[in-house]
């Protein structure tokens, strides 16, 4: 039995199913949530917000370009959310520390682990207990929104830095930039409060 993509679902629910509808939040209900408890640090702030980006995208559902993929394009829309409910919420000011005007592009299929060449190492990649997810959970919450958002769609949720840029509409050079910053500051954070991981 062949996989109906996403894109097929919402066009399906615009066509007049609504059970498509209900299996998107379906597919997305975990990744999306967990994206949103990292980004927000409050789950039922979370569950408020990934509501609320359901509820966008059934609003949105027609005007959505069928050549484009629905995942990035819900994505943007949870980040948008999120990033409107830190700031009503005044929980932190923040500068950006990006240098990068931008830069050539690269082919779409860079990732985070072009990083890796960086003195600075990634978040654990294994999680092996429940205080080791409190401590990244914790060590997220502390990093400004502006670089955490980049480092959970990068690391967390696996999207390619063209995606990224797309997303937040920022120069790719400036994905790269915020996600370098991201990692030294989660990276001296982690050290500071629990040693090396």
Do not use: C
Request: no cysteine.
């Amino acid at each position: 039995m062949t996989v109906v993509s996403d894109e097929q679902l919402l066009a399906d629910y615009v066509a007049g199913d609504p059970s498509a509808f209900a299996e998107l939040v379906r597919r997305f209900e975990q990744e999306l949530f967990a994206f949103l408890q990292r980004f927000v640090a409050d789950a039922a702030t979370a569950e408020d917000l990934f509501q609320e980006t359901f509820i966008q995208v059934h609003r949105n559902a027609r005007s959505f370009d069928p050549q484009r993929r629905l995942r990035p394009w819900l994505f943007t829309i949870a980040a948008n959310k999120a990033r409107d409910h830190l700031r009503s919420h005044n929980r932190r000011s923040t500068q950006s520390l990006d240098n990068s005007p931008g830069g050539p592009n690269t082919p779409e299929s860079t990732t985070f682990l072009d990083l890796m060449q960086s003195p600075t190492p990634p978040p654990p990649d294994t999680l092996t207990s429940a205080e080791d997810i409190a401590h990244v959970q914790q060590v997220l919450m502390e990093i400004p929104p502006l670089y955490r958002e980049v480092l959970l769609l990068s690391y967390f949720h696996r999207f390619p830095y063209q995606h990224i840029a797309d997303m937040l509409s920022i120069p790719l050079g400036t994905v790269k930039s915020r996600l370098h910053t991201a990692l030294a500051i989660f990276a001296k954070t982690y050290k500071t409060r629990f040693g090396p991981y």
